[in-house]
């Protein structure tokens, strides 16, 4: 699909500091085009961007921030993931799903497994040796999402369309 729209949970500062630091130490440069992020969804149809403008915002105002929790390292075999543990946000990806039933493409039909990508298309040595190095240091730090956001694919960086704060009283 060509210029297809993805859905991220946006990560709070500090978090987001600390895993750019991780992709920019560990990321082929060559191939780091992009700033830390949790993929909720991969590719949205162009032709759905003003329903995606109208029912993410209606839906980061009627929910609080999702929680999450750092739970330990990924191995994406050629890469290194931080991954967590965030039922709410699970939930969060489910509600938005079930509204955009029928529309979604094959890849967001899996079962999710939240994480940032800090390190991928590289050797399966160097993967296990980032594994081994990070796997004692990551503590299960709790977070909260601050927000949804919104970006248009167009072949490399991703261009920011919209940011949804979550500002709701309703916990998933």
């Known amino acids: 699909m060509a210029n297809p729209f993805i859905v991220t949970a946006k990560l709070p500062s500090n978090i987001q500091g600390w895993a750019d630091r991780l992709r920019r130490a560990?990321?082929?440069?060559?191939?780091?085009?992009?700033?830390?992020?949790?993929?909720?969804?991969?590719?949205?149809?162009?032709?759905?961007?003003?329903?995606?403008?109208?029912?993410?915002?209606?839906?980061a105002g009627e929910f609080s921030a999702p929680e999450a929790e750092m739970s330990g390292v990924m191995d994406l075999h050629t890469g290194t993931a931080i991954a967590l543990h965030s039922p709410q946000l699970l939930s969060l990806r489910e509600f938005i799903a079930e509204h955009f039933h029928g529309s979604l493409t094959a890849q967001d039909l899996y079962?999710?497994?939240p994480h940032i990508t800090i390190q991928n298309k590289v050797t399966k040595r160097?993967?296990?040796?980032?594994?081994?190095?990070?796997?004692?240091?990551?503590?299960?730090?709790?977070?909260?999402?601050p927000a949804l956001e919104l970006h248009l694919y167009q072949g490399g960086p991703w261009d920011l369309v919209k940011t949804c704060v979550f500002r709701g009283r309703e916990r998933l």
């Open 126 to 145: 160097e993967a296990r040796a980032l594994q081994a190095e990070l796997a004692p240091a990551i503590e299960h730090v709790r977070f909260e999402f």
């Open 111 to 113: 079962e999710p497994r």
């Open 26 to 59: 560990h990321y082929p440069a060559e191939r780091n085009h992009l700033h830390a992020h949790v993929t909720m969804f991969h590719s949205f149809a162009p032709s759905l961007l003003d329903e995606l403008k109208d029912f993410l915002p209606r839906v």
